[in-house]
C-alpha cells in the first residue's frame, strides 16, 4: 500500500520533499537521487520512511489514506446510527454485497489508467451473469459449472476486444463507444433470456449449486484459520526473501522494521476477517466461516495488481495514462495496449457476472437496470478509491477499498430505512465529491496542468 | 462558419479549370466557405459538393437517412402504414422529447463536453411543471409553472456547468452523477415510486400545458398562419439580401435565395396538408397542424439565431474548436460553458413538459427511462451531424436526428416483433450510434483536423 510504482508518481515528489525538514537524510534531499524515485524507496529507517510518507501525503499524493478515512468514517457514522451495523452478521454481509462493486470497479480501473472510460463494465458484468446460468442449466445446455465460466469470460473478453478496437483503433471516444456497446448488451441480454427467468438455485444440480456456493457458501472455522495460516505465511515470507535478495543485491531497500510491520499488518488485518467471519451469525443453526467470495476477490487483486505493477504491459499501461504522445515516442503499441486494457476490463467484469449470478440466484430481465446503475457505482468506487478519471493514477486496491465505501453506503442507509432514490442521490453526492477531490489533487500535484 | 472555414480551403484547388472564385485556392477563399463566394447557382452547387466531398456534408446524411429510414418502414411495416398522414404526426409528437433534448445537448457538445443529465433534467422540469399546475397543490397559472420549471432546470445545468468550467471536472462525470442525482430527486417530486401526476385537458389552466402537443390549431388558421410565417420569412431574407447587395458585400445568388424561399414555402406546405389531413375517426374528425410543430420550430429558430449570428454562438464554436486558441483571444471560457449548460437544461426541461404533453398529461416514474433519454439525445445529436469533438454542427442538426431517432423508435414498434420488440429498442439506437460516430470519426480524419494520439 505504501511503495507506489515509479512511472506514476516520480514526477510529483520532488517538490514536496524540499519542505521535508532539517533532517538530514536522503528523503530530504531534493537533488539527490530522490529525484527520480520516490523518499520512501530511500528510506533507511522507519522514522524516515513516515515522514517521507508524509510529505507525499501532503503533496496531494495520498495513495490510499482518504478512502481509508472514508471507510472509518462511513462506519463510525453507521453503528452510531444503527447498533447493529458493526454486527458481525452485517459485517460479512456488507462485505459479500460490497464484492461486486469491488471487481467491477477493478474492470473499470483498467480502462480509467489509460485515461479512458469504460461504461460498458455494468452490463457487460450482466450480460456474463445470463451466460453462466444460461450454460448450465440441465435442461439446455448443461455445461459443466466450469465450461459455463470459462465461456462466459471468454464471450466477454471477446466484447471487450471489439470495443477495445473501436476506441483503439478507430479512435473513437471510449465513453460513446462503450455506450452504444451496452445498449446493444442490453439487447442481446433480453434475447438471450427471452422473457423468462433463468435460475440456479436448484439444489439437485451439482453445478448449480457449485455456482451458488460462489457467493453463499463458506469454508469451515478451523479451514478459515489454516488458510489465513498459510496464507499470511507464504506472502510474509516472499516479502522478506524478496528485500532480503534486494539487499544482498546493493539494491535500496526499505528498513527491515517496515517490512516486518507491514507483514504484521498484514496478519492482523487477516485474523480481525477469520474472526469476524467465524463467529456464528445464523438466526437460527450455524453459519460460519469465511465465505468464498473473499479469498476470490482477494485472487482477482493479486492477479490485477502483479499485472498492472510488476509487468511491462502494466507499466505501459501508466505510460499511456501518463502522456500517450510520450509512451508512443518510447515505442509503446497504443492500439495494442489499449485494445488489451479493454479486454481486461470485460473479462474482470465477467467475473463479476458470475459472482452476480450467484448472487442473485435467479436472473430476469430486471438485472438490466441493477447492471445499468452498476456502471456509475463502479466508477464512483474507482474515484472514491483514489484512481484518478485522467489516467496513470491508481490501483486496483483502491476499486476494492472504494467498492468498501459504498457497498457500506447502501448497507448502512438500507439499514436506516432510508429509499432507494435517496440512496441514488448521496451516491450521487459521494461520486461528486471524489471527483472534485481527485482534480484538487491534481491540481496541487506540480506535475500536471 | 467558424467551424467549417479551415477545411474548405484544401479541397477547393482541385476543383477543376472554370474559373470562378470557388476554385481560387489562394483568394478570400482561404478565409471564408466557398459557398459565399459563387456567383451563380451552378458555382453555388459546385462548391457545396465540394463541401460535400471533403467530409463537411451538412444535413446531407442526415436528410438521406431520413429518406432511406422512411422508404423502408414504408416497405416493411405490415399494411404499408408507415407513410400515414396519422402516423407522420404521431412521429413528430413522440419524436419531439428527443428534437428538444438533441437540440440541448447539441450546444453542449459544439463545446467539446457532454450532458448525460439532459434526461433526466427534462423529466425533472416536466414534473416540476405539472406538480405546480395541480389544483390541489400550488395551482399556479400554466405559464408561471412553465418558467418556474425552465428556470429550475436553468439553474440545474448552471451549476452542473461550474462544476465543470471552474472546478474543471470532466463533463462527462459530473453530468453522470447530475443523472443519478436527478433520477434519485424526480422520484421524490413525483411523491415516492408510485407517484403520479397529470394535467387535464377540462381543466382550463392545465388545458394550456396539455394542448401543447395533443392540442391542434384549425386548419385554415394553420394555412394562414404559413402564409404569414413563409411570407415574413422570405421577405426578411429577400430584404437581407438586397441589403447586402446594396452595400457591395459578398452575397449568394438571387436564383438562390429565391429557391431557399420556394423549397421552406414548399416543406411548410406539405406539413401542413399533411396534419389537415383528419387523422380521427369518421365520428371524431382530428385535423390541423398540432401546436407542437410550431412550439418546436421557435425553440429551432432561436437556437439557430442564438449559435450563428450572436457573439455568444461565435464563442461557443470558437471553444469548441480551439479551447486555448479562444482563451487567448479574451473568451471567457468559464462564463461561457456556464451558460451553455444552463441553457442546454433549460431546453431539456421544456422537453419534459412536452414529454408529459405527449403522454395525455401523465407523468409518473414509467414515463421515460432518463437512461435511454440520454442515449436517444446524444445519439440523434450525433446522427444529425453534430461532431462530439467539439466545434462543428448546428440546432436543425440535433433537431433532423431527433426525428430520424423517433421515426426509427416508431417504425420498430410498427412491425409487430413479438419478444425481439424490447431487444431491438436497445440495439437499434445502438448501432446507428456507433455508426453516427464512426461516420464522424472518419469524416474528421479525412478533413486532416487535428486528430487524437
Known amino acids: 500500500m505504501s511503495d507506489r510504482p515509479v512511472t506514476t508518481d516520480s514526477g510529483e515528489t520532488p517538490s514536496g520533499t524540499a519542505d521535508a525538514g532539517t533532517v538530514v537524510d536522503l528523503t530530504a534531499a531534493p537533488e539527490a537521487a530522490a529525484a527520480d524515485v520516490p523518499p520512501e524507496l530511500l528510506a533507511q529507517s522507519l522514522g524516515q520512511y513516515a515522514r517521507a510518507w508524509w510529505v507525499r501525503v501532503r503533496g496531494g499524493n495520498s495513495g490510499v489514506l482518504p478512502v481509508v478515512l472514508a471507510i472509518v468514517v462511513v462506519a463510525v457514522s453507521f453503528q452510531v446510527a444503527n447498533s447493529n451495523f458493526l454486527s458481525a452478521l452485517n459485517l460479512v454481509n456488507l462485505f459479500k454485497q460490497s464484492t461486486v462493486y469491488m471487481v467491477l470497479a477493478m474492470a473499470e480501473i483498467f480502462a480509467l489508467l489509460l485515461g479512458e472510460i469504460d461504461l460498458s463494465v455494468g452490463l457487460v458484468m450482466a450480460f456474463g451473469s445470463v451466460i453462466v446460468a444460461e450454460l448450465v442449466q440441465p435442461t439446455g445446455a448443461n455445461f459443466p459449472w466450469w465450461a459455463a465460466i470459462i465461456v462466459a469470460l471468454l464471450v466477454c473478453s471477446a466484447f471487450g476486444a471489439l470495443q477495445g478496437s473501436l476506441v483503439a483503433r478507430l479512435r473513437m471516444p471510449s465513453f460513446i463507444v462503450t455506450l452504444g456497446g451496452l445498449l446493444i448488451l442490453e439487447g442481446v441480454a433480453i434475447i438471450i433470456l427471452g422473457g423468462s427467468l433463468v435460475s440456479i438455485g436448484n439444489s439437485r444440480f451439482t453445478n448449480e449449486v457449485v455456482l451458488y456456493d460462489i457467493f453463499y457458501g463458506q469454508f469451515d472455522p478451523v479451514v478459515s484459520w489454516i488458510l489465513l495460516a498459510v496464507l499470511v505465511g507464504a506472502a510474509g515470507t516472499g516479502f522478506w526473501l524478496r528485500d532480503v535478495r534486494k539487499r544482498r543485491a546493493g539494491l535500496e531497500t526499505p528498513p527491515r522494521s517496515l517490512t516486518a510491520l507491514k507483514i504484521a499488518l498484514m496478519a492482523v488485518a487477516g485474523i480481525a476477517v477469520v474472526a469476524i467471519c467465524n463467529v456464528n451469525r445464523a438466526h437460527s443453526g450455524t453459519i460460519e466461516g469465511v465465505p468464498y467470495i473473499i479469498p476470490i476477490v482477494l485472487v482477482v487483486l493479486a492477479a490485477s495488481t502483479v499485472l498492472l505493477q510488476r509487468t511491462r504491459f502494466g507499466r505501459y499501461v501508466y505510460a499511456i495514462g501518463g502522456n500517450p504522445e510520450a509512451a508512443r515516442r518510447a515505442g509503446v503499441s497504443l492500439p495494442r495496449v489499449r485494445t488489451w486494457g479493454f479486454v481486461l476490463a470485460a473479462l474482470t467484469s465477467g467475473i463479476a457476472g458470475v459472482l452476480f449470478a450467484s448472487w442473485q440466484v435467479s436472473l430476469t430481465t430486471n438485472i438490466i437496470k441493477t447492471a445499468n446503475s452498476y456502471v456509475l457505482l463502479a466508477v464512483a468506487a474507482a474515484v472514491i478509491g483514489g484512481t484518478s478519471l485522467f489516467g496513470g493514477r491508481g490501483k486496483t486496491i483502491h476499486g476494492v477499498l472504494g467498492g468498501l465505501v459504498i457497498g457500506g453506503i447502501y448497507n448502512g442507509l438500507y439499514l436506516l430505512g432510508v429509499s432507494s432514490q435517496w440512496i441514488d442521490v448521496v451516491v450521487a453526492a459521494v461520486l461528486l465529491v471524489a471527483a472534485a477531490v481527485d482534480v484538487l489533487s491534481r491540481r496541487g500535484a506540480p506535475r500536471q496542468a | 462558419m467558424t467551424a467549417d472555414s479551415g477545411e474548405t480551403r484544401a479541397e477547393t484547388a482541385g476543383a477543376g479549370a472554370a474559373v470562378d472564385l470557388t476554385a481560387a485556392p489562394d483568394a478570400a477563399a482561404a478565409d471564408v466557405s466557398a459557398e459565399l463566394l459563387a456567383q451563380s447557382l451552378g458555382q453555388y452547387l459546385r462548391a457545396w459538393w465540394l463541401g460535400v466531398r471533403s467530409g463537411n456534408s451538412g444535413v446531407l446524411p442526415v436528410v438521406l437517412a431520413m429518406v432511406l429510414v422512411a422508404i423502408t418502414f414504408e416497405i416493411v411495416t405490415p399494411e404499408h402504414a408507415f407513410l400515414r398522414p396519422s402516423n407522420l404526426v404521431y412521429i413528430f409528437g413522440l419524436s419531439t422529447v428527443y428534437i428538444m433534448l438533441a437540440m440541448a445537448e447539441t450546444v453542449v457538445l459544439l463545446l467539446g463536453e457532454i450532458d448525460l443529465s439532459v434526461g433526466a433534467v427534462a423529466l425533472v422540469g416536466g414534473v416540476i411543471a405539472f406538480k405546480l399546475v395541480q389544483q390541489s397543490g400550488p395551482d399556479w397559472p400554466w405559464w408561471a409553472a412553465v418558467l418556474a420549471s ?58 394550456v400545458i ?244
Request: hydrophobic content about 55%; overall charge positive; proline content about 4%.
Open chain 2, 150 to 207: 425552465l428556470a429550475c432546470c436553468g439553474v440545474i445545468g448552471a451549476l452542473q456547468g461550474t462544476l465543470t468550467a471552474r472546478l474543471k471536472i470532466p463533463s462527462f462525470v459530473v453530468t453522470l452523477a447530475g443523472f443519478l442525482l436527478f433520477s434519485g430527486l424526480l422520484v421524490v417530486v413525483l411523491g415516492g415510486a408510485n407517484g403520479f401526476l397529470s394535467v387535464s385537458s377540462s381543466v382550463p389552466n392545465q388545458r
Open chain 2, 210 to 453: 396539455y394542448n401543447m402537443v395533443q392540442g391542434v390549431i384549425v386548419p385554415v388558421a394553420g394555412w394562414v398562419a404559413l402564409a404569414v410565417v413563409v411570407g415574413a420569412a422570405g421577405v426578411a431574407l429577400w430584404l437581407r439580401e438586397a441589403a447586402r447587395r446594396r452595400q457591395g458585400l459578398v452575397t449568394p445568388p438571387a436564383s438562390l435565395t429565391a429557391i431557399r424561399i420556394a423549397l421552406v414555402a414548399l416543406v411548410g406546405v406539405g406539413v401542413v396538408l399533411i396534419c389537415t389531413v383528419n387523422r380521427g375517426t369518421p365520428l371524431v374528425s382530428v385535423q390541423g397542424v398540432p401546436w407542437v410543430i410550431p412550439i418546436v420550430l421557435v425553440v429551432l429558430g432561436a437556437w439557430t439565431l442564438l449559435l450563428q449570428r450572436t457573439r455568444f454562438g461565435r464563442y461557443i464554436y470558437a471553444i469548441g474548436g480551439n479551447p486555448e486558441a479562444a482563451s487567448r483571444a479574451g473568451v471567457s471560457l468559464a462564463g461561457i460553458r456556464t451558460w451553455a449548460f444552463a441553457l442546454c437544461s433549460a431546453t431539456a426541461g421544456l422537453g419534459g413538459i412536452l414529454l408529459g404533453s405527449f403522454f395525455f398529461g401523465q407523468y409518473s416514474t414509467n414515463t421515460a427511462d432518463p437512461g435511454q433519454l440520454v442515449l436517444y439525445a446524444v445519439a440523434a445529436a450525433v446522427i444529425g451531424g453534430v461532431s462530439l469533438f467539439g466545434g462543428r454542427g448546428k440546432a436543425i442538426h440535433g433537431f433532423l436526428g431527433g426525428l430520424l431517432i423517433g421515426g426509427i423508435a416508431y417504425g420498430v414498434s410498427l412491425l409487430n416483433l413479438g419478444t425481439l420488440a424490447t431487444p431491438l429498442e436497445y440495439i437499434v439506437p445502438g448501432g446507428v450510434l456507433l455508426a453516427a460516430v464512426l461516420v464522424d470519426v472518419l469524416s474528421r480524419r479525412g478533413t486532416g483536423s487535428v486528430t487524437r494520439v
